[in-house]
């Protein structure tokens, strides 16, 4: 199953699309399945589905693709660990890893992503088809699509999502593909992204830092 490959040209899409509009990346409100959950399907690419259009998205149109997620995960937990004191680190994140292990990574980069996109408890039956849908459009590999619809049909549970981050690497790429789809101005998914940092065992500094990277220029 190719889920490195899905989810690296879901990510160069919503990079192009942010790119190319005018003002991209900052609209108001984050979050995803929102009340331009229509106008998403059709402006925002497939990725649209899953992340809003808010200001941290415009890291995607810096690096494209899934490095994006790997470079900052990269430098905040790699300036997290040289805080700390301990040995100098060079942070095993997904850009910089061979296809076996960023294989891994992807997976549950994408788990977390369709995780926070149900953080506001409504997925209904017609936003869950039209995700699949387009993502069926996009790649038509039968094993893929099937694992898609068991993630969105599985009940939101932060435990469970975060059983994927095998690493403090993993970890930090699944909080910052969260926070890019969650709307922190929503409480329910601003609970959803503390519990989800809390199973990751993600403490405060890292988090903050990850925090400050996704926002940062």
């Known amino acids: 199953m190719n889920l490195q490959g899905f ?17 991209s990346g900052t609209s108001p409100g984050g979050g995803l399945l929102n009340a331009d959950f229509g106008k998403g399907a059709i402006t925002g690419g497939a990725l649209g589905l899953l992340l809003g259009k808010n200001k941290t998205t415009r890291k995607l149109a810096t690096y494209g693709g899934l490095a994006a997620i790997g470079v900052m995960a990269y430098k905040a937990y790699g300036d997290y660990k040289a805080q700390q004191g301990g040995q100098a680190v060079q942070p095993q994140t997904v850009d910089r890893l061979p296809p076996p292990q960023a294989a891994l990574h992807s997976e549950a980069i994408l788990r977390a992503l369709v995780g926070a996109a149900k953080a506001d408890g409504h997925i209904d039956d017609r936003e869950r088809s039209v995700i699949e849908g387009e993502f069926a459009r996009l790649n038509p590999d039968r094993e893929v699509q099937q694992w898609l619809h068991a993630e969105l049909a599985k009940p939101l549970d932060p435990a469970e999502v975060a059983r994927a981050a095998t690493t403090p690497e993993i970890a930090s790429e699944m909080y910052l593909a969260s926070l890019l789809a969650a709307d922190e101005q929503s409480f329910m998914e ?17 988090r903050q830092r990850l925090e400050r990277e996704l926002q940062r220029g």
């Open 190 to 206: 601003r609970a959803y992204l503390d519990e989800l940092a809390r199973q990751l065992r993600l403490d405060d500094d890292l």
């Open 7 to 23: 989810l690296d040209h879901l990510l160069k899409s919503q990079s192009q699309s942010l790119s190319a509009a005018p003002g």
